[in-house]
C-alpha cells in the first residue's frame, strides 16, 4: 500500500490566522490517484494547530474569542519569563488545539461533511512561514 | 493492505448529546477480519465531535458542565448573528475537540482502557440525524 | 505494508504529570526499519491524553495553569459523588484533550517542529502505572 507524503507553505500573520486549507487537501489527495484511505493533515512547530470548522467569519470569530477566553494574551506565562519572545499563550492554546487531524476517504473524496473545511490556525505573535504536512495513505 | 470504511447512522437529540459508539467500531473491526491496524473514528460536520472518556453519567455531566463553561449558551456568537442558527456555541465547541479519533487495534482488539470508550458528541442545537465514519486499515 | 504496533511502560505522578516521549517513538520508529508512514500515539485510559508541545518547564507550567482553570481541581464533579475516587477534574481534562496523536514520518524520521515534542500527560489523583501504545504504519 503506497504512502504519499507532501507539504505546502503558507505566509501566516500569527495571532490566531486561520487558513482553510481543503482545497488543497483534495488537491494533493487527486495528486496521488488513491481512492480509499486516511489522509494525515498535520502541522510541525508548537504554536500551530490542525482542526475543522465552518470557514465563515462569524465562527472564526467565535473561535478565536473563545480561545482568548481559554488562553489571554496579556497575563503572565512562565515561557515568557523564561524565553522572552511573549508567545506563551501560543504554546498553550497549540497544545490543547493538537497538531494534526485524520480524515478519512473513499472513491478518492474526503469525507467531510458539507460546511466542514480543514484549517490551519497560527496562534503565534508574529509572522510565520509555515510547512504543513499533508500524508496519503491507501490504494 | 486493506482498507475498510463504513458508517453507521445515529439520531441524537443535540445539545451535547453524547453517544457511546465502543460496541459499534469493535462489531465494525471484527467484521473485516483484520488483525493490526488503526481505526479512524472521523464525524463529518462542522458541529459534532469524536473523542473518549469514561461513559457513566457522572463523568458526562462533567464533560458538559466544563464546555458549557468554556462556550457558553447565551453569549453573543458572530455565526449567529450572521445567519441566524443559532448555533454559534456549537460551531465554537466542535472545532475545539477536533473531528476524529485514531485507535490502534492489534489481535483483532481495540487497545482501549477497561473504562475508556470512543463517544460522539453532538454540539448542535437541535435534533440530528448523524453519520459516523469508521475506517479500518491494517492487516 | 506492515504494522507494527508495541508499547512502553512509565510510571507518573498524576496531576498533569507531564512525559516527553520523542526519544521513545524515535527509537521505535528506528527499530521498525519503515521509512514513510505515520506513528500513532495512544494513551489507554480514560485520565491521561496525549498531545504535543514545546517540551521546557515555563510551557509547560503554562499549560497546566490554563488546564486547572478549564476544569479545576476543587469544585463539585458528579464523578466524584457517585464514585468518590475524586478524580472528575481528571476525567473532563482528558476527555477534551483527547487521547492519541498521529505524526507523520519521512526517510525513517518523524516529521515534528524543530521544538516540538511528544508529551504524555497524566491527570489522574495519584501515581499510576501508565502504558503508552506507539503503533507505526508505512513501509
Not at 31 to 49: D, M, Y
Amino acid at each position: 500500500m503506497p504512502v504519499f507524503t507532501s507539504s505546502i507553505h503558507i505566509f501566516t500573520d500569527g495571532f490566531c490566522d486561520i487558513h482553510n486549507l481543503s482545497a488543497q487537501v483534495e488537491s494533493g489527495l487527486k495528486g496521488t490517484k488513491l481512492r480509499h484511505g486516511v489522509a494525515v493533515i498535520f502541522a510541525p512547530g508548537a504554536t500551530a494547530a490542525i482542526t475543522t470548522i465552518e470557514f465563515e467569519s462569524g465562527a472564526l470569530k467565535d473561535f478565536e474569542a473563545a480561545i482568548q477566553k481559554f488562553a489571554p494574551e496579556g497575563i503572565h506565562y512562565h515561557h515568557d519569563s523564561r524565553w522572552h519572545d511573549g508567545n506563551g499563550f501560543s504554546h498553550v492554546r497549540a497544545a490543547f488545539l493538537g497538531p494534526s487531524v485524520s480524515v478519512p476517504f473513499d472513491a478518492g473524496k474526503l469525507l467531510l461533511g458539507t460546511w466542514q473545511q480543514i484549517i490551519l490556525v497560527d496562534f503565534d505573535n508574529r509572522p510565520r512561514h509555515r510547512e504543513v504536512i499533508f500524508q496519503f495513505i491507501g490504494n
